[in-house]
Structures are given as structure tokens and as C-alpha cells.
């Protein structure tokens, strides 16, 4: 059984209709939600601005920048939880879209990003490579070199009755050898969301951390098993 995921990162982008922020109203937005959002720097663009916390001792980085046709949340090593983060994101945008004149949201993007450790087998590519993929020493030997097994790539397409889609990347973690790096991107192109239905966007950005965080895992699940029964 695989441990508790661990979130590393969330990314959210929305896409909305083209409109021309003037850095005037980009600050003002910026006075609005800097101490509710804990946000403490504007910086201007040249399409836009971005507002951010600036990186933290413990690494963590928040920042939300609006262009022309999107606005792009990063919590990066952030200590909110996915519920916490989706709230904040309706939050800013319940006080930009009226401040930058954004009349619908089009389409919504985001990228959950967790680590998780095997009980059973020492590192992550031991557990990709032996069990996950059933690779055999001996199927390796012909490379004539030491191999690590990395990932693999999941595609969920869109269905009638699930508008949106999954891809799923499932890797040996670079910065810990014994954890497995999971990540969703969830796309959702659904019918435009009007300011009064942001509530959606948190619910779609939990709806892609809970695929993660539970079908995935409860699939990998099944082949954190001991090596005797392989």
C-alpha cells in the first residue's frame, strides 16, 4: 500500500475573453486582494502583471499573473491544501473580473503535482520497473548498461457524460529516489462560467487532485506488493 500522497505543487490557468488590462486597474486589483490572498509584490509586464508572496525560506512560492486572455495561479512547495488553494483562486477572481472588465471565463487548466512512497520496494524505480512493468533483470541485461526504469503517460479522453480530461504522468521522483512523482493536468473546455458560478473552478481543481490523489493511487496500490510475490 502506497503512503499518503504528498502535494508538491499546484498550477491553475483560466483562460478567459481578450481584454486589455491597464496596470492602473492591475494594481488596484492588487490592493484588493494583497493582504486576504497574502500576496506582497506587484511586478508589471510587459502583457500583463504578476503578484506573488516572493519565495520563502521553506521554498514555497505563490504568485498569480494576468495576461491578456488568462490569468495563471502557481503554489509551489505552498503549505495550503488543494481545497484551500481552489478557495483563494475564486477569491481573486471574484474581485479581477469585474476590477480588469472579464466578462466569462472560457476554459480552465490544472496541473496537480504529489509524491508518494512504496512500502515494499527500496527505491521508485525498483517499483515501476519490477512490479508495475514486471521488467526482469534479465530483460534489462541486453542494454549492456545499468538501467532505471522512469514512467509512464495515462491518457483519460473526455466522454459523453465527463466533459473533461486527465493526462496523467506516473515517474521515478527526481528529488527523492524512493517516492514516485504523480501528475494530473485537468482540462475542462465546458460551457463559459459567468462571476457568479466561480464556485466551479474550485470544485474542477478538486475534482483533478481527488482523480490523483484516489483512482490513481488505489491503482498503483495494487502493485505495492512484496517482492516474494512477483
Known amino acids: 500500500m502506497l503512503s499518503e500522497p504528498r502535494t508538491i505543487s499546484i498550477l491553475a490557468e483560466v483562460v478567459h475573453i481578450p481584454a486589455k488590462h491597464s496596470f492602473e486597474r492591475l494594481r488596484d486589483l492588487y490592493n484588493q486582494v494583497s493582504s486576504a490572498c497574502g500576496y506582497d509584490n506587484c511586478i508589471r509586464l510587459p502583457s500583463g502583471a504578476r503578484i506573488e508572496n516572493g519565495q520563502r525560506e521553506q521554498g514555497e512560492l505563490s504568485t498569480i499573473t494576468f495576461t491578456n486572455d488568462r490569468v495563471q495561479m502557481v503554489e509551489d ?126 470544485e474542477n481543481m478538486e475534482k483533478t487532485s481527488e482523480f490523483l490523489a484516489g483512482n490513481i493511487c488505489k491503482f498503483l496500490s495494487q502493485y505495492d506488493r512484496r517482492e516474494e510475490s512477483l
Open 77 to 202: 512547495c505552498a503549505l495550503l491544501s488543494v481545497e484551500e488553494t481552489g478557495k483563494k483562486l475564486v477569491e481573486v477572481l471574484r474581485s479581477a473580473m469585474p476590477t480588469l472588465g472579464i466578462p466569462l471565463i472560457l476554459a480552465q487548466q490544472y496541473t496537480i503535482r504529489a509524491a508518494v512512497t512504496p512500502n515494499n520496494f527500496k527505491t521508485a524505480s525498483e517499483f515501476i520497473g519490477r512490479s508495475l512493468f514486471r521488467i526482469r533483470e534479465e530483460d534489462v541485461a541486453v542494454l549492456g548498461r545499468p538501467t532505471q526504469i522512469f514512467g509512464l503517460r495515462l491518457v483519460f479522453p473526455a466522454t459523453v457524460h465527463q466533459l473533461h480530461q486527465f493526462n496523467v504522468r506516473i515517474e521515478s521522483y527526481s528529488k527523492d529516489p524512493q517516492s514516485v512523482f504523480l501528475e494530473n493536468v485537468g482540462v475542462f473546455k465546458m460551457p463559459p462560467l459567468q462571476p457568479q458560478q466561480l464556485g466551479a473552478l474550485q
